[in-house]
Every structure is written in structure tokens, then in C-alpha cells.
């Protein structure tokens, strides 16, 4: 009986231990992307966007981007899971909307020379997915 409240005991310390990580620090992690280039800059006067959906979760379902309205002539794209587009937009004020199983929308200030992200976050629906624009957090 002994050795089995030890054994268990061992067993809760293994599998608490062995799931601990730590990340980088925000130090490390600018140092592994110091060189990199964004694939595209603003155009001359105007700002670009960057709408990105790293999560695999929901991978096949499309989310719509939109730009100041749900009209078909304001879509700028779509994304799906690890995937991002980008699109200019003029100086001033915006709404950028998201469509999956919801509507989603995030408004923004552009000033030309900017360059903006938009974080897609999927989450559980009723029928697909759902999802959630959000700034990402800045390191």
C-alpha cells in the first residue's frame, strides 16, 4: 500500500514536471527575427494591412475580410488556418470586418506609411467556425 501512494506520488510529480516550459524571452525572440522582411510595403500615401490567422484550428473554413462594409466589391480576401493577406488602404478611419459563422470587426486608424496587424482568432461555432479580430500583442 506504501509503495503504491509512492509510486503515485512519483507519477503526479513526473507529469506535473515534464509539462513546464518556458518561452523566450522577448529579447530572443527579436534577435530570431531581426533580419526579416515584410513581403510588402504600403503604397506611396497609403497604409497596408496585414490580416493574419495563425491558429490551425478550423484550418478548412474561410474567413472573409472586408473593408468599412459586408458588401461583395469590400471583400479583400480570405484566409484559412496559418495563412495571411495583406491589402493597401487609403489614410483615415476603418472598419475592418471579418465574416466566418459571425461577423467580427475591428476599427482602425491608418496614416500613410503605416503598417497595421490584424490577428483572426478562431473559435468554436454551432455549425463552423467562429472567429475574432484583435491587435496582437506587441513584444
Not at 19 to 36: Q, R, V
Request: glycine fraction near 8%.
Amino acid at each position: 500500500m506504501k509503495h503504491n501512494i509512492m509510486y503515485g506520488l512519483l507519477a503526479v510529480m513526473f507529469f506535473t514536471l515534464s509539462g513546464c516550459a518556458t518561452l523566450p524571452s522577448p529579447e530572443a525572440m527579436k534577435a530570431d527575427i531581426s533580419g526579416y522582411e515584410l513581403p510588402k510595403m504600403p503604397e506611396a500615401g497609403k497604409a497596408i494591412v496585414y490580416v493574419v490567422r495563425p491558429s490551425f484550428v478550423g484550418t478548412l473554413i474561410k474567413f472573409g475580410v472586408f473593408v468599412d462594409d459586408k458588401e461583395v466589391s469590400s471583400e479583400m480576401g480570405y484566409t484559412k488556418g496559418v495563412q495571411y493577406i495583406y491589402f493597401n488602404l487609403l489614410p483615415g478611419e476603418h472598419q475592418i470586418l471579418s465574416k466566418a459563422e459571425n461577423w467580427a470587426s475591428i476599427n482602425v486608424i491608418a496614416k500613410a506609411g503605416d503598417i497595421l496587424f490584424i490577428q483572426q482568432e478562431p473559435k468554436m461555432g454551432v455549425l463552423i467556425a467562429r472567429n475574432e479580430l484583435r491587435v496582437p500583442q506587441e513584444y
